[in-house]
């Protein structure tokens, strides 16, 4: 099962390694949208919504990364003072009844969300928004398959653990 874990915990690291790049672009964005507003009274809708996409993106699949790098967010001050094997109890029954119900119906609804979203060719409201609201919609299911598969690596390491084997 460890190996199973790893080569999902690999392929979602490459890939949300891949997506940091986004932050990137944002930064750039928001400096170029700064200095254009203050320097030269210049606005672009369309630049500003891109800069909505690219943080949501950048936090939909900042989630997942977490996840497998275990730095996301816990009751720590309770759960430090459990030993190991209560920590990894805890942790197994919180990705299997917490982590991948919960986003699991996320990602069964917005499929649907998603679709209607396209069927219409729904876009911006703004004038210069952006067009093909759908693909910042379709982020949704995309961000809950990433968590889940996180959620699934982590919850093969923890089971691993708690029979004794050596999950490294």
Same mark, same amino acid.
């Given at each position: 099962?460890?190996?199973?874990?790893?080569?999902?915990?690999?392929?979602?690291?490459?890939?949300?390694?891949?997506?940091?790049?986004?932050?990137?672009?944002?930064?750039?964005?928001?400096?170029?949208q700064v200095v254009a507003r203050y320097a030269?009274?210049?606005?672009?809708?369309?630049?500003?919504?891109?800069?909505? @996409?690219?943080?949501?993106?950048?936090?939909?699949?900042?989630?997942?990364?977490?996840?497998?790098?275990?730095? @996301?967010?816990?009751?720590?001050?309770?759960?430090?003072?459990?030993?190991?094997?209560?920590?990894?109890?805890?942790?197994?029954?919180?990705?299997?009844?917490?982590?991948?119900?919960?986003?699991?119906?996320?990602?069964?609804?917005?499929?649907?969300?998603?679709?209607?979203?396209?069927?219409?060719?729904?876009?911006?409201?703004a004038p210069g928004g952006l067009p093909y609201?759908?693909?910042?919609?379709?982020?949704?299911?995309?961000?809950?398959?990433?968590?889940?598969?996180?959620?699934?690596?982590?919850?093969?390491?923890?089971?691993?653990?708690?029979?004794?084997?050596?999950?490294?």
């Amino acid at each position: 099962m460890t190996q199973l874990a790893k080569w999902i915990e690999a392929a979602l690291k490459k890939f949300c390694e891949l997506c940091l790049w986004a932050n990137f672009i944002l930064i750039f964005l928001i400096v170029f949208q700064v200095v254009a507003r203050y320097a030269f009274n210049f606005t672009w809708a369309s630049l500003e919504e891109l800069q909505w @996409h690219l943080f949501a993106f950048a936090m939909f699949t900042g989630v997942a990364y977490a996840i497998v790098e275990n730095s @996301h967010v816990r009751a720590d001050l309770l759960f430090a003072k459990f030993a190991k094997k209560w920590q990894d109890r805890v942790e197994l029954l919180t990705m299997v009844f917490c982590v991948i119900p919960f986003f699991s119906l996320i990602l069964f609804y917005s499929l649907s969300f998603v679709e209607r979203s396209y069927a219409v060719g729904e876009m911006s409201s703004a004038p210069g928004g952006l067009p093909y609201r759908w693909l910042i919609k379709a982020l949704i299911p995309l961000a809950c398959l990433l968590i889940n598969f996180a959620a699934l690596a982590k919850i093969l390491r923890l089971i691993d653990a708690l029979r004794g084997k050596d999950v490294s």
